[in-house]
Nanobody, 115 residues
Framework: QVQLVESGGGLVQPGGSLTLSCVAS????????VGWYRQDPGKQRELVARITSGGSTNYADSVKGRFTISRDNAKTTVYLQMNSLKPEDTAVYYC?????????WGQGTQVTVSS
């Protein structure tokens, strides 16, 4: 079983920044994409940002220009740099790794944007 662990969440003021990290418990081969999703209680998860094995990125319109998804040189960790945070960004953020046959989900990390 592969476990994905997200970290970096917390409480931040509007306009502030946070960086989330996603690390797998073991190596995952043949990764197609890694995505960040978010979900508030009672709502469906939505895609926030995604990066492919080739390095291409995709963002939700609501975060474009504010969030940046990236990976380290060893491709062991995926990050989500969040700038200019807004209260509507408040959610549990989840990392998802997609391979050809399935996807792996992390347990999530809470991000709260509030004064």
């Amino acid at each position: 079983q592969v476990q994905l662990v997200e970290s970096g969440g917390g409480l931040v003021q509007p306009g502030g920044s946070l960086t989330l990290s996603c690390v797998a418990s073991r190596s995952i081969f043949n990764i197609l994409t890694v995505g960040w999703y978010r979900q508030d209680p009672g709502k469906q998860r939505e895609l926030v940002a995604r990066i492919t094995s080739g390095g291409s990125t995709n963002y939700a319109d609501s975060v474009k220009g504010r969030f940046t998804i990236s990976r380290d040189n060893a491709k062991t960790t995926v990050y989500l740099q969040m700038n200019s945070l807004k209260p509507e960004d408040t959610a549990v953020y989840y990392c998802k790794v997609d391979v050809l046959t399935r996807g792996y989900w992390g347990q999530g990390t809470q991000v709260t944007v509030s004064s």
